[in-house]
């Protein structure tokens, strides 16, 4: 897909690959790029799919993601966007190593995840202490041998008004949406640079880049974003690579959406 001065439509994207050219696309190899090209413009009606692109649900053979038997470490796994996460890998052949605090929440997730498909090991442990996160990597290289992706999941906010914010409410809530990320990196790196590969994940978020947050969590975010950027530049010669998502709200049991809801 090539970008274009806006279009009748506004986004000025083409509906084609540009003759002669290859799609980059993650369906390239299961058929020709332009036959299943997806166009995408502002406008919901003017959103398509090929149909043979359609025709793909209906086989029995599926695009293959290539996780099978990766082993996936996910911090926060137990709720919300981390067990959303674990639950793909698990779906995907993956192997899952999942910490949070809490025992019970933790049990749980881990029941419904080794439901879909994949084997779950799993330990209580809070990353914003760096014993317990040590010892949370040491135990999933203990029972899988190696570290395929880590997924950094862990955050959270308050929301205490700027200008009430103490210094102790600055350091926690920067270790918890940013050091801890950094902790944890710091803490597999070194076992994937052994193994010659590996893959971070940050889970950021929107309010990493924009003003709409509390100011503690968005400095905290654009702090991960920052992280991400400089890990992927400095461990690119090891085969690692790091990476941030940034995802906009999310409703889930528990989660600040949630909670406005059930008032």
């Not at 084997?119 to 999933?140: I, L, N, Y």
Request: aromatic share 6%; proline share 3%; net charge neutral.
């Amino acid at each position: 897909m090539e970008a274009t001065g806006a279009g009748k439509h506004g986004c000025g994207l083409k509906s084609r690959p540009p003759a002669g050219k290859r799609c980059n696309s993650a369906l390239r190899g299961t058929q020709s790029c332009e036959s299943h090209f997806l166009s995408l413009n502002c406008s919901p009606e003017f959103l398509y799919l090929p149909q043979n692109l359609v025709d793909l649900q209906k086989r029995e053979s599926t695009l293959d993601l290539n996780l099978k038997d990766n082993v996936v470490m996910i911090t926060g796994g137990s709720r919300g966007i981390g067990k959303a996460i674990a639950l793909a890998f698990a779906r995907e052949g993956a192997r899952l190593s999942l910490c949070a605090r809490t025992e019970q929440t933790l049990q749980q997730a881990a029941k419904e995840i080794e439901a879909v498909g994949g084997p779950v090991f799993h330990q209580t442990a809070d990353v914003t202490s760096t014993d317990e996160a040590a010892a949370f990597v040491e135990a999933t290289l203990s029972h899988y041998g190696r570290i395929d992706v880590l997924v950094n999941n862990v955050g959270g906010s308050r929301r205490t008004p700027t200008l009430e914010i103490s210094d102790e409410e600055w350091h926690e809530l920067l270790d918890l949406n940013a050091v801890t990320a950094a902790r944890m990196s710091r803490l597999v790196i070194p076992a994937m640079k052994t193994q010659g590969h590996g893959v971070i994940i940050m889970i950021s978020s929107i309010y990493g880049r924009e003003s709409g947050g509390h100011i503690t969590y968005n400095a905290g975010k654009a702090a991960e974003i920052s992280l991400a950027k400089t890990l992927a530049r400095e461990f690119a010669p090891d085969n690692i690579r790091v990476l941030s998502v940034a995802p906009g709200s999310i409703l889930f049991e528990g989660g600040s959406w949630w909670r406005k809801q059930q008032a």
